[in-house]
């Protein structure tokens, strides 16, 4: 059952990794006088729920819950 909820937080995060890398790139890209400042802080955002849910899916993998 660990295995199980390892897993799914895994793909999260590997989903919210390419999510915020893809935004990233498109905000480099597009990006103008016009987009909102506060897009800095949602990146942010994003990538420490990414971390968090990769360091949750690695834990399930390596604990010992009995």
């Known amino acids: 059952m660990y295995y199980l909820i390892g897993s799914i937080f895994l793909l999260i995060s590997i989903w919210q990794f390419f999510v915020t890398w893809r935004t ?19 990146l942010w955002n ?3 729920f990414a971390i ?14 009995l």
């Open 46 to 48: 994003s990538l420490s």
């Open 24 to 42: 990233f790139i498109n905000i480099k890209k597009s990006g103008d006088e016009t987009t909102s400042p506060f897009i800095t802080l949602a």
């Open 52 to 65: 968090i849910f990769f360091t949750v899916g690695i834990g399930c993998f390596f604990s010992d819950f």
